[in-house]
């Protein structure tokens, strides 16, 4: 099969469809709770489909229809922000791949403090430069440059290829549960995320717990009549610290590091003459899948350990017993893991290793991503795998290499012809 060829010969068409989309604004606003910009850059996604062969799927995010499913961020404005999925129909046969990767970007922040525009798509010697170009418009365009190669190539393929192009990732993942919720599933899926072309079969859940004590308000002059609440809320922050460090005996994972409880913002009292009323805890728990249970049971376990942790406190003092903490998760999302064992693992690995000609990089992503909706609720076997250093995400001067763009073009295609088959 001529694929590192046809990617050779057409280079710079590849590399000038990356340009075009990293110019094209496609930022999200305030999160994705006001908004965002994706429709021009799914107007070019589209097209390019349509010239493929694709049968297209527009559609926009609907709360009532996500509402269902723990971690959907509702309340986000959903107008003019639609969803692009393409099918390329298998002929029969063979296995369905689906590949996954966010058109929406970060704001890019200060202006000021970019060398170039943020939507120059500038290229200079190795690597093209722009907002979006490794989160994730780099591993998007080498998806449906993937599907490019296919076509020049004339192949058809047995089983069914899947591209989705989704909106609202970075409001956290709307996009991709709209595409779940409308039914679409395959043997297998691929998130480009930039891992640098490492395979990632696995990443971290979170939870963000909000915990409020109660205090007595008083005058500080007063104060052993009063109730101190942040002097209650510190007690509960070291009972969670201590649990953090009997997860690291406990929770271990061969990919991932152990479970970390973050504290990132705390809110109490209004003087320093007042004995504070009432405090509030903001934390972010990051926690791994455990192959043993299911993953909303290890969300269980973990947020149960939580409010156990809490209740040793509350067990312990008065106050708190008859004034309980209030705790709320206020976000959350599953942690994923798809077994090292999975052909499918084991067929990606071969192809991407017989490409890099040297041993493939395997490890997990202690950060979240869209893999998990995939895996979680449509029970697809997936793995996160595209171009780009996850340190550039989110960067000033942010960029991306041209050759791990064109390589991963052709780990795509290849993989694409390898998993779905041919018909000859
Ligand atoms: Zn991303």
């Avoid at 691929?190 to 308000?217: C, D, N, R, Y």
């Amino acid at each position: 099969m001529q694929v590192k060829e046809t990617v050779l010969q057409n280079k710079e068409e590849y590399i000038s469809f990356l340009s075009r989309l990293v110019q094209t604004d496609t930022q999200v606003i305030g999160h994705g709770v006001l908004g965002g910009n994706e429709q021009a850059g799914q107007a070019i996604i589209k097209e390019k489909l349509e010239q493929l062969g694709f049968q297209i799927d527009e559609f926009l995010v609907d709360d009532e229809k996500i509402k269902k499913y723990p971690g959907a961020n509702l309340g986000h404005s959903n107008e003019g922000r639609p969803n692009v999925v393409g099918t390329l129909k298998g002929t029969g046969g063979g296995r369905s791949l689906i590949l996954n990767g966010h058109v929406d970007t970060m704001p890019f922040g200060d202006r000021s403090k970019w060398a170039d525009d943020p939507f120059s798509g500038a290229v200079k010697g190795n690597v093209l430069y722009g907002l979006g170009s490794t989160d994730m418009k780099g591993s998007l365009a080498a998806m449906m440059m993937a599907a490019q190669v296919i076509h020049t190539l004339g192949i058809r393929l047995k089983g069914d290829l899947i591209i989705q192009s989704v909106v609202d990732e970075e409001g956290g993942g709307n996009g991709t549960l709209a595409c779940v919720e409308r039914g679409y599933t395959a043997d297998a899926a691929i998130v480009g995320e930039p891992t640098q072309l490492h395979i990632q079969p696995a990443h971290m859940g979170f939870l963000f717990h909000e915990i409020t004590v109660e205090g007595k308000s008083l005058h500080s002059s007063q104060l052993w009549e009063g109730v101190n609440a942040i002097d209650k809320a510190i007690k509960i922050y070291q009972s969670l610290k201590e649990l953090e460090h009997r997860w690291l005996m406990t929770e271990r994972h061969p990919l991932l590091p152990g479970p970390t409880i973050n504290l990132g913002e705390i809110k109490g009292g209004i003087a320093g003459s007042v004995v504070p009323g009432s405090c509030t805890l903001k934390t972010c728990l990051h926690y791994q899948p455990n192959p043993r249970e299911s993953y909303a049971a290890t969300r269980e376990r973990i947020h149960g350990d939580v409010l156990a942790a809490i209740d040793s406190v509350v067990k312990g003092d008065e106050w708190l017993q008859a004034h309980p903490p209030q705790v709320t998760v206020y976000q959350e999302g599953f942690p994923f893991e798809t077994p090292l064992t999975h052909p499918f693992i084991q067929e990606i690995r071969q192809v991407l290793g017989g490409i890099l000609q040297q041993d493939v990089v395997i490890e997990g992503m202690p950060a979240g991503c869209d893999a998990r909706l995939l895996a979680g609720f449509a029970n697809i076997p997936t793995i996160i795998l595209g171009c780009g250093d996850p340190r550039q995400c989110h960067c000033i001067d942010e960029s991306v290499p041209i050759d791990q763009f064109l390589t991963l073009i052709e780990v795509y295609a290849s993989f694409i012809i390898s998993w779905c088959g041919i018909d000859s």
